[in-house]
């Protein structure tokens, strides 16, 4: 824990717009006393210093498929290098190739001070608007944006040594950037220095425009070759260079079970389980040129009309932990995501979530979570009744905590277009079998037809437990029925989801959804009118004069008038989902026995897996906050590429967690 800082906002850049010789003015940060970029030509200077300094227009031309050429930067600041990298990378680069930019920012430019920045290059302007519309929100953590089909950015807020320290991922070519050594000393020290030769490839290069003593010597330290080369302008030189051996990662020395498997082939992938985890993890290989066979047993395209709406919401934690700072993560990414993917907002809408305090235990909760995690309001404020009746545009009695960013989804129809990626193959079927062979999987449906794949991901929510590989993972099926409410004319509007026990969003479509219950161990897909009858003591109890204005506009607010969607949820003993490759839980406690007798006794065997599976499940009730990122997880582990998490929070979902727990607890095996 002690690893990671604070879940928390972060300042904000501070800046002057002097004006240059022909009154041309120019981003110059307060705090530092030093510019963005050079006032007399920034292009010319970010072409040479940093593209031309690492080579890039040779290297992008002979980068082939497979992995993406991954560039490594400290100080995004307005973003510049990074656009004139994609740009030089769409100039030069194969089509198969694919560009990750990954970049550390600890004090990130508003909105609007990006946008005038950037409004100096005007051919810049398409790729400044896509940066712009998916800027995040000022929080420490790692922000993963979508530039285009081939070009991946992931914004690490906070400072660049921290940050690179929490990086899983290995980097091509750095750009040190940052201000000058003299005007940013805290920047350039040697845990910078430590963090970039061990988040470095073989061979990666480095280029900045300082020639800096305790940068030519930080460097040296760890191991890369540096040389002063002609600089540009009033700089007569700078600094680039490579690293032959960067350090080995000694980050897992306690934890070797977490250690990742090495990379192998994914041509081909099979995923099982079409809800939103496989969904949104077929749609993220299959961006990455990945051939997907995504497999359900029902087709959702087919299924009518059903008024379903999920909600993409999140339960912190008072005081921070792993879990918490997961979803946050997940919150905040499925909404840039959400955006990205249905800008026209079909299948979801903003609405935002209020979360409301209905006895005083909660109001201090909820109280001491906004004093332990001060994040910008726009991420979660609290709401005294007044403005929660404001916010809800309904009489709320009391106070609430407010996610301004959080959404309601149709579910269902997400799923639907996300399985309609190019590049994925829907194949209806039961999958009854997996076998693992040398180089990839067979797939056995019911009825005897097979399907082979270098790799599979299973994503069947409780269902796992019906495969030999998963079925060490212990999933509890958790029932959950919606209540569905026609809506008569002149129905009151509600201009938030509103969670207290149950939630209820806006209504859609003439209906209103609200629900759902929570029946741990419970599979039974048939309605019961006892679960309406819950579901409508939640909705009275938490919206009194909702319930009200709902009666008086004529709403037949009774279980017999209620239509019901039953839907079988999947979680973990934690609570917290399970993520990235599957253990081979025999090997693991076979492996890791001694813990059992002293857990300090940690043996220095990596963690032995199923090679080439994977899984996503144990979403819970909160699918929508976690599935899209631990997509995205997957499929950078799958493609070798730089990961959207930290790696602490990418062990804390580790599916292998629980055995190692329970061998420590000396838990019997099950
Ligand atoms: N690369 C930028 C561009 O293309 O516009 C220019 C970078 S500007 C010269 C330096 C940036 O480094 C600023 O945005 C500043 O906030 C950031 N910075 C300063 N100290 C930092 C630190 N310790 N960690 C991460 N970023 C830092």
Same mark, same amino acid.
Request: charge should be neutral; hydrophobic fraction near 40%.
């Given at each position: 824990?002690?690893?990671?800082?604070?879940?928390?906002?972060?300042?904000?850049?501070?800046?002057?717009?002097?004006?240059?010789?022909?009154?041309?003015?120019?981003?110059?940060?307060?705090?530092?006393?030093?510019?963005?970029?050079?006032?007399?030509?920034?292009?010319?200077?970010?072409?040479?210093?940093?593209?031309?300094?690492?080579?890039?227009?040779?290297?992008?031309?002979?980068?082939?498929?497979?992995?993406?050429?991954?560039?490594?930067?400290?100080?995004?600041?307005?973003?510049?290098?990074?656009?004139?990298?994609?740009?030089?990378?769409?100039?030069?680069?194969?089509?198969?190739?694919?560009?990750?930019?990954?970049?550390?920012?600890?004090?990130?430019?508003?909105?609007?001070?990006?946008?005038?920045?950037?409004?100096?290059?005007?051919?810049?302007?398409?790729?400044?608007?896509?940066?712009?519309?998916?800027?995040?929100?000022?929080?420490?953590?790692?922000?993963?944006?979508?530039?285009?089909?081939?070009?991946?950015?992931?914004?690490?807020?906070?400072?660049?040594?921290?940050?690179?320290?929490?990086?899983?991922?290995?980097?091509?070519?750095?750009?040190?950037?940052?201000?000058?050594?003299?005007?940013?000393?805290?920047?350039?020290?040697?845990?910078?220095?430590?963090?970039?030769?061990?988040?470095?490839?073989?061979?990666?290069?480095?280029?900045?425009?300082?020639?800096?003593?305790?940068?030519?010597?930080?460097?040296?330290?760890?191991?890369?070759?540096?040389?002063?080369? %002609?600089?540009?302008?009033?700089?007569?030189?700078? +600094?680039?260079? *490579?690293? /032959? @051996?960067?350090? $080995?990662?000694? #980050?897992?020395?306690?934890?070797?079970?977490?250690?990742?498997?090495?990379?192998?082939?994914?041509?081909?992938?099979?995923?099982?389980?079409?809800?939103?985890?496989?969904?949104?993890?077929?749609?993220?290989?299959?961006?990455?040129?990945?051939?997907?066979?995504?497999?359900?047993?029902?087709?959702?395209?087919?299924?009518?009309?059903?008024?379903?709406?999920?909600?993409?919401?999140?339960?912190?934690?008072?005081?921070?932990?792993?879990?918490?700072?997961?979803?946050?993560?997940?919150?905040?990414?499925?909404?840039?995501?959400?955006?990205?993917?249905?800008?026209?907002?079909?299948?979801?809408?903003?609405?935002?979530?209020?979360?409301?305090?209905?006895?005083?235990?909660?109001?201090?909760?909820?109280?001491?979570?906004?004093?332990?995690? %001060?994040?910008?309001?726009?991420?979660?404020?609290? +709401?005294?009744? *007044?403005? /929660? @009746?404001?916010? $809800?545009?309904? #009489?709320?009695?009391?106070?609430?905590?407010?996610?301004?960013?959080?959404?309601?989804?149709?579910?269902?129809?997400?799923?639907?277009?996300?399985?309609?990626?190019?590049?994925?193959?829907?194949?209806?079927?039961?999958?009854?079998?997996?076998?693992?062979?040398?180089?990839?999987?067979?797939?056995?449906?019911?009825?005897?037809?097979?399907?082979?794949?270098?790799?599979?991901?299973?994503?069947?929510?409780?269902?796992?437990?019906?495969?030999?590989?998963?079925?060490?993972?212990?999933?509890?099926?958790?029932?959950?029925?919606?209540?569905?409410?026609?809506?008569?004319?002149?129905?009151?509007?509600?201009?938030?989801?509103?969670?207290?026990?149950?939630?209820?969003?806006?209504?859609?479509?003439?209906?209103?959804?609200?629900?759902?219950?929570?029946?741990?161990?419970?599979?039974?897909?048939?309605?019961?009118?006892?679960?309406?009858?819950?579901?409508?003591?939640?909705?009275?109890?938490?919206?009194?004069?909702?319930?009200?204005?709902?009666?008086?506009?004529?709403?037949?607010?009774?279980?017999?008038?209620?239509?019901?969607?039953?839907?079988?949820?999947?979680?973990?003993?934690?609570?917290?989902?399970?993520?990235?490759?599957?253990?081979?839980?025999?090997?693991?406690?076979?492996?890791?026995?001694?813990?059992?007798?002293?857990?300090?006794?940690?043996?220095?065997?990596?963690?032995?897996?199923?090679?080439?599976?994977?899984?996503?499940?144990?979403?819970?009730?909160?699918?929508?906050?976690?599935?899209?990122?631990?997509?995205?997880?997957?499929?950078?582990?799958?493609?070798?590429?730089?990961?959207?998490?930290?790696?602490?929070?990418?062990?804390?979902?580790?599916?292998?967690?629980?055995?190692?727990?329970?061998?420590?607890?000396?838990?019997?095996?099950?």
């Amino acid at each position: 824990m002690s690893t990671l800082p604070p879940l928390a906002g972060l300042e904000t850049a501070q800046l002057d717009w002097p004006t240059n010789e022909t009154g041309v003015a120019g981003p110059l940060s307060t705090r530092f006393g030093d510019v963005y970029f050079s006032r007399h030509d920034g292009r010319a200077e970010t072409e040479h210093v940093f593209l031309a300094g690492n080579d890039l227009p040779r290297r992008f031309a002979g980068w082939r498929g497979g992995r993406p050429f991954v560039i490594g930067e400290t100080g995004f600041g307005t973003g510049l290098n990074m656009l004139c990298a994609w740009a030089c990378f769409d100039a030069h680069a194969p089509p198969e190739a694919r560009l990750h930019l990954v970049s550390t920012e600890r004090y990130p430019l508003s909105r609007e001070d990006l946008a005038r920045a950037l409004a100096a290059w005007p051919d810049l302007s398409g790729r400044t608007e896509r940066l712009i519309r998916q800027w995040p929100e000022p929080v420490a953590g790692v922000h993963r944006l979508w530039l285009d089909e081939r070009v991946t950015l992931d914004l690490h807020f906070g400072d660049a040594a921290e940050r690179l320290a929490l990086l899983e991922g290995r980097v091509d070519a750095w750009f040190l950037d940052g201000f000058a050594p003299s005007k940013n000393p805290g920047m350039w020290r040697p845990e910078l220095f430590a963090a970039l030769a061990a988040r470095s490839r073989p061979g990666a290069t480095f280029a900045t425009f300082t020639c800096a003593g305790v940068v030519k010597r930080g460097l040296a330290e760890v191991g890369f070759a540096w040389r002063k080369v %002609p600089g540009i302008g009033r700089k007569r030189e700078m +600094l680039a260079g *490579e690293i /032959a @051996s960067p350090t $080995a990662d000694a #980050r897992r020395e306690r934890t070797p079970w977490f250690r990742p498997p090495l990379p192998r082939p994914a041509r081909h992938v099979a995923v099982i389980g079409a809800g939103i985890a496989g969904a949104s993890v077929a749609a993220a290989l299959a961006r990455r040129g990945v051939a997907v066979t995504l497999v359900d047993r029902f087709d959702r395209a087919e299924l009518g009309t059903t008024h379903l709406q999920g909600v993409l919401y999140v339960k912190l934690a008072v005081e921070t932990n792993l879990q918490s700072r997961a979803y946050l993560a997940g919150l905040l990414h499925s909404r840039r995501w959400l955006a990205n993917l249905d800008p026209q907002q079909v299948l979801w809408q903003p609405s935002g979530v209020l979360q409301l305090a209905l006895s005083e235990k909660e109001q201090g909760r909820q109280a001491r979570f906004l004093d332990n995690h %001060p994040l910008p309001e726009s991420v979660v404020r609290g +709401l005294d009744a *007044e403005a /929660a @009746s404001t916010a $809800a545009g309904i #009489r709320i009695d009391t106070p609430a905590l407010d996610y301004p960013g959080a959404a309601w989804v149709k579910p269902l129809a997400l799923c639907v277009q996300l399985a309609r990626t190019p590049g994925i193959g829907f194949r209806r079927g039961e999958v009854t079998e997996l076998v693992g062979g040398e180089t990839g999987w067979t797939l056995t449906l019911a009825g005897g037809a097979r399907i082979e794949a270098d790799q599979v991901v299973v994503a069947t929510a409780s269902e796992a437990a019906r495969f030999s590989q998963t079925s060490a993972l212990p999933l509890q099926p958790v029932r959950g029925q919606v209540s569905q409410l026609a809506l008569p004319e002149g129905a009151p509007a509600l201009g938030r989801v509103v969670c207290a026990g149950g939630y209820v969003p806006p209504p859609a479509d003439g209906v209103l959804n609200f629900g759902a219950t929570f029946g741990p161990g419970d599979t039974d897909p048939a309605e019961r009118e006892a679960d309406h009858a819950a579901n409508l003591a939640e909705l009275e109890r938490g919206l009194p004069h909702f319930v009200a204005a709902l009666r008086k506009a004529g709403a037949e607010l009774s279980p017999e008038k209620l239509a019901a969607r039953v839907g079988v949820r999947a979680a973990s003993p934690d609570k917290s989902p399970y993520c990235g490759p599957v253990p081979d839980a025999v090997a693991w406690r076979e492996d890791y026995a001694t813990l059992a007798k002293d857990a300090t006794r940690v043996p220095d065997v990596p963690g032995r897996h199923h090679q080439g599976l994977w899984i996503s499940a144990a979403h819970g009730s909160r699918g929508l906050a976690s599935a899209p990122l631990c997509a995205e997880l997957i499929a950078s582990r799958i493609c070798d590429e730089p990961l959207p998490l930290e790696w602490p929070l990418v062990d804390h979902l580790h599916p292998g967690r629980r055995i190692i727990r329970d061998l420590i607890q000396g838990k019997p095996v099950p």
